[in-house]
């Protein structure tokens, strides 16, 4: 009995003070997630497309202040205001979705904050089967997973909806497209929203080069909603 009591007291002050979660993992909301995407053609200037239900999940670890992003979209699940370049987009010459279906990024271990501040965003990029690094700029976002520990993350609820699900134009990635946007604005924990570019010639890209630029420019919009 004597021996069992130390042992219960423990248990009790590990229940009283446990030890903060080391990770956690959140869902994004593929219903207000999307790719963005451009890319400029000779004679016609920079035709946009998206890539609408952008999916996977954020991975926090608070002890060290880091976060991974590791995201996918369905390559066929292309959005641009001529059906004719859609199709074009989808086929095999630009993202082959017959071939590769599937589009995925998985960012390196960043700083926490800069969901918040802004800042770099390295990761790999798996584009028509083929795997390349790539880096994003994070733009400056209202994130509150970068000032909530993961009590208080647990706990935000519709108050989150002050963030608003509609980013201005002075912060969305360069490849906004002239499309309507959703009309609802859900409650958001975080939204981010990072741009970048790629050369499409090191993806297997190489139809049409005397066109379409090699460059493609690449944006992503994602959004984390309260945790339930």
């Not at 451009?38 to 952008?54: E, M, P, S, T, Y």
């Not at 590769?100 to 990761?123: K, M």
């Not at 297997?204 to 909603?225: C, H, K, N």
Request: net charge neutral; hydrophobic share 50%.
């Amino acid at each position: 009995m004597r021996a069992a009591l130390p042992a219960a007291l423990l248990a009790a002050a590990f229940a009283a003070h446990p030890f903060p979660l080391a990770a956690e993992t959140l869902s994004v909301d593929a219903a207000h997630s999307h790719a963005e995407f451009g890319v400029h053609v000779l004679w016609f200037g920079k035709i946009a497309g998206r890539l609408d239900g952008l999916q996977g999940t954020l991975d926090l670890d608070r002890r060290q202040g880091m976060a991974t992003v590791d995201v996918h979209v369905a390559a066929a699940a292309v959005r641009m205001d001529d059906r004719r370049y859609a199709d074009w987009a989808r086929g095999p010459d630009f993202f082959d979705a017959a071939q590769h279906p599937q589009i995925r990024f998985v960012s390196q271990p960043f700083p926490l904050d800069r969901l918040q501040q802004g800042g770099a965003l390295a990761g790999t990029l798996t584009l028509r089967g083929i795997s390349r690094p790539v880096r994003f700029e994070l733009l400056p976002q209202p994130c509150r997973l970068a000032a909530l520990d993961p009590a208080q993350a647990a706990t935000v609820s519709a108050s989150a909806a002050g963030i608003n699900a509609s980013a201005s134009a002075a912060t969305a990635p360069t490849t906004t497209l002239a499309v309507a946007a959703s009309t609802t604005a859900p409650a958001v924990l975080c939204r981010a929203l990072a741009r970048g570019s790629i050369e499409r010639a090191h993806f297997g890209m190489t139809a049409q080069r005397f066109t379409i630029g090699d460059r493609v420019e690449l944006g992503l919009v994602l959004s984390i909603p309260p945790t339930p």
